[in-house]
């Protein structure tokens, strides 16, 4: 069946380092590819998304190209900040479901 | 932009009460809603998917009466967690979807359960 494979955490990097994180996926047919955010105690928020083959999703600052040929879709940010800590969850719809990867938690020092 | 109310964000219930989880779309229709649990430190796993004024489909492995899910009107769904126990202390989150919006899903802020 379909499923998303994250890297494990935690991450951890300096303030104004650059981030990937690493997300691949295993679907039938074309699926949307999704990264959400979760700070501590809240539910998620949508960062970005892609719908076909080499979109790039973006936010401004956060970006993910939706890659057919390696099956993925890695988050990435040019300069991380403290405020950036928080859970990344790549996520992917084939259906009517979302279906999430098990989180990766980016912890950012000064 | 859509947003999904859940309330409460935390509760603390005793042994074989039950609680009521809400879960509201306050400025677009939610045609679809979804309930989520999540362990400490781990992903989302789907509990159950409800479409408005319909029974809920629920993933294999939910027990489908411990955990009530009504789905009244277009705009709020209700998880109830019956004879709650210890073991169902955990986050449960809800995500709402409109028909109008592809793969537009919004998430509620989740509660939090303790069951003592």
């Known amino acids: 069946g379909d499923s998303v494979t994250q890297m494990e955490g935690p991450v951890t990097l300096s303030e104004e380092a650059f981030l990937t994180i690493n997300c691949t996926y295993t679907?039938?047919?074309?699926?949307?590819l999704f990264w959400y955010v979760q700070y501590p105690g809240e539910g998620l928020q949508l960062l970005l998304k892609?719908?076909?083959?080499?979109d790039k999703g973006s936010n401004k600052v956060f970006e993910a190209t939706y890659r057919k040929e390696t099956t993925s879709f890695h988050l990435e940010k040019g300069s991380v900040q403290v405020s950036d800590s928080a859970v990344y969850f790549c996520a992917l719809g084939n259906t009517d479901k979302l279906i999430f990867g098990t989180g990766t938690r980016l912890q950012v020092f000064p | 932009g859509a947003v999904v109310s859940q309330h409460p964000s935390r509760v603390i219930c005793k042994s074989g009460t039950s609680v009521k989880i809400e879960c509201r779309s306050l400025?677009?229709?939610?045609?679809?809603m979804f309930w989520y649990r999540q362990f400490p430190k781990q992903s989302l796993m789907l509990m159950a998917t409800s479409n408005e004024g319909s029974k809920a489909t629920y993933e294999q492995g939910v027990e489908k009466d411990k955990f009530l899910i009504n789905h009244a009107s277009l705009t709020l769904s209700t998880l109830t967690v019956t004879s709650a126990h210890p073991e169902d202390s955990s986050f449960y989150i809800c995500s709402a979807r409109s028909a109008g919006i592809m793969y537009g899903y919004t998430f509620g802020s989740g509660t939090r359960l303790t069951v003592v």
């Open positions: 892609a719908t076909k083959a080499d």
């Open positions: 400025d677009f229709q939610a045609t679809t």
């Open positions: 679907a039938t047919g074309y699926p949307s």
